[in-house]
């Protein structure tokens, strides 16, 4: 059975940051699963700023740029 943590998750709706408060805490398995949980779409670690969809910190690290990014996965 796998832990659940709670994550803050910073969505970046079609790769755009938005100045409204934009943070949502996820209970997940995984940053990964917290990401692809508030954005509704597979995510990858991997991309370009134009593919940012979520930013992950577990939930308490108010230090931003320790946060992990999810990406939009490329459709092939």
Known sequence: MQTK?????????????????????????SEKEAAEKVCGLPLTERGTLAQLR???????DL???SATSFYAASRR
Request: aromatic fraction near 14%; charged fraction near 25%.
């Open 5 to 29: 943590r709670t994550y803050q998750v910073q969505h970046w709706p079609n790769g755009e940051w938005s100045p409204q408060h934009n943070w949502r805490k996820v209970d997940a398995g």
């Open 54 to 60: 979520a930013r992950v910190l577990t939930f308490g």
């Open 63 to 65: 230090k931003q740029r």
